[in-house]
Structure formats: structure tokens, C-alpha cells
């Protein structure tokens, strides 16, 4: 007991430590890991971005609220996919346990919360009269960058919560115990943590001038450093 918790202590402080530039050291490892498989990447990031869309096009906030649901899931399939890159050497959809999708389902209910927020802040912005155009498949006439800053504002929670989902589908972990061990490893290597959730931002928030080819392209590549975060933080 007293090594376990000695080790977890040792650990922790170790994060506490990490310097910003330890975010490059990542970033560069994942644009490794994304070399290995770029156009499977790609073409699975398009088509989780594709289906997610699709669904949005569903009736009114119905389909919105829905797809709002499903993307949190088609993330964990990217996640899933980039992390049988890293281990096995080869893009496969193939692992997790029954218990674990199940929670990840519960867990994605995350993604309508996030969502509302998202819009209350989009309310500020841009009125809601825009926003309940928008939610309901409307094409506006607003400034891009309202849309980018709407759409980006998730990205402090989002980074809190990052590896919830590599917690619960790769160590079978419950959501809460994922919840508070990736908050806590989140804060504890805050500086690194922070220049990727300026690279999450960017990758959600460009996507309005870019015709969302920076999630689509970026994302991967930003995903695939977290992966790599991910096993450094949580070796």
C-alpha cells in the first residue's frame, strides 16, 4: 500500500512539473502516430463528421439534439481507432468491453449539456433569434468569427473532460472515476494541457472560414497528440 501510494504521489508531482514545451513533444509524437495511417485517419475523421451532419439534418433541434448525443460516441470510435494505431501498429475499430460502450452511451449525454451551453453563449453573441435559426437548419447571415468563438467555447470543458472517454473504453473505468482522474490529470499538467486546448480551439473554431476542413484535418492530428498525453499522463 505504502509503494502504491508513494508511486501516485512521485507521479502526480511529475505532472505538476511538465513545462508548456512539453506539449510540442507531444505534438510531434502524434504527428508520428498520424503518419503511420493518414488517409485512414481521414477518412474515418470524415466520415464521423459526415454522419454526425447527416443526423443534424434531422428535423428541427430534434436531430440536432440527437447528433449532439452521437458525436461524443463517433469521437470514442476515433479514439479507439487512433489507439489501436499506437499499440497494435494498424487502424481497427475493434476493442472495449459491453459495460464500457454502455457507459460511454451515458457519458455521451455530455454532449447535448455541452451543446446548450455552447448555444446559450451563441444567444449572447448573436441573439436568439439567429440561434433558433440555426437550430433549426437555417443558414444565417452572422460574422464567421461569432460562429467560430460559439462553437469553440466548449473547448475548456472539453479539455477537462478529454480522456474520459480513454478511460472508460481503454481501462474499463466507471465515468465517475474517468470524470475526476482526467480533471485532475488535466490540472495537474496544466501548462502542456494548455497549449493543446489552444490547438482543440483552433481546430473547432477555424472551422466556419475553412469549411470545417480544419476539424476534419487538424482534428486527427490533435486527437492523435492527446492519444499520446494521454499515455504519458496516465502510464
Avoid at 451515458?106 to 433569434?129: E, K, Y
Avoid at 470543458?157 to 482522474?181: D, E, G, T, Y
Wanted: proline share 5%.
Amino acid at each position: 500500500m505504502t509503494t502504491v501510494t508513494s508511486t501516485r504521489a512521485i507521479h502526480q508531482q511529475a505532472n505538476k512539473s511538465l513545462p508548456a514545451k512539453e506539449a510540442l513533444t507531444w505534438l510531434k509524437e502524434g504527428w508520428q502516430l498520424f503518419a503511420k495511417a493518414p488517409f485512414k485517419l481521414l477518412g474515418l475523421s470524415f466520415l464521423t463528421l459526415l454522419t454526425a451532419g447527416l443526423i443534424q439534418a434531422l428535423a428541427g433541434p430534434v436531430g440536432l439534439g440527437i447528433s449532439k448525443w452521437v458525436s461524443p460516441l463517433l469521437a470514442t470510435i476515433m479514439w479507439l481507432a487512433i489507439a489501436n494505431l499506437a499499440v497494435k501498429g494498424k487502424v481497427s475499430l475493434w476493442g472495449g468491453k459491453m459495460r464500457s460502450w454502455a457507459n460511454i452511451a451515458l457519458w455521451s449525454l455530455t454532449g447535448p449539456v455541452i451543446a446548450w451551453i455552447q448555444f446559450q453563449i451563441g444567444d449572447m453573441l448573436m441573439g436568439a433569434q439567429s440561434m433558433a435559426a440555426l437550430a433549426s437548419g437555417t443558414i444565417v447571415d452572422v460574422p464567421a468569427w461569432k460562429v467560430g468563438l460559439m462553437m469553440g467555447s466548449a473547448s475548456p470543458i472539453n479539455l477537462l473532460l478529454l480522456f474520459v472517454p480513454m478511460l472508460i473504453i481503454l481501462q474499463n473505468r466507471s465515468i465517475v472515476a474517468s470524470f475526476k482522474h482526467s480533471i485532475v490529470a488535466v490540472i495537474d499538467a496544466y501548462k502542456p494541457m494548455l497549449v493543446i486546448g489552444v490547438m482543440i480551439f483552433l481546430s473547432v473554431a477555424l472551422a466556419p472560414y475553412t469549411f470545417a476542413l480544419s476539424g476534419l484535418v487538424l482534428g486527427p492530428i490533435v486527437s492523435c497528440a492527446c492519444f499520446v498525453a494521454y499515455q504519458r499522463l496516465f502510464r
